[in-house]
C-alpha cells in the first residue's frame, strides 16, 4: 500500500529511528512501509497521522490506494 510515510517523515527532518520510536516499532517496520511491503495497522497508521499532524486517509493515500484496487478488479 502506497502511504506518504517518507515524504512526512523527511519534510519533518526525522530519522527512521526517531518516527519508530515515537510510534513503538522497530526501526524495519518503518523502512517496510516506505518501501511498500509492509501496510501498517490501522493504531500504526493513525499513531503516525498524529506524529505528523495529518489524518489517517491522506497519510496512507486512501482514495488513490482504493482507485488503484477499484482498477485492478475491474480488469478482471
Known sequence: MKTRVKE???????TQ???????????????????EKYSPSLMLAYRMARVFGVTVEDLCCLKEN?????????DL
Do not use: F, N, P, W
Open 66 to 74: 482504493k482507485e488503484l484496487e477499484d482498477k485492478r478488479y475491474e
Open 8 to 14: 512526512l517523515r523527511t519534510a519533518a527532518k526525522m
Open 17 to 35: 529511528q526517531q518516527l519508530a520510536d515515537l510510534v513503538h516499532v522497530s526501526a524495519r517496520t518503518i523502512i517496510s512501509i516506505e518501501k
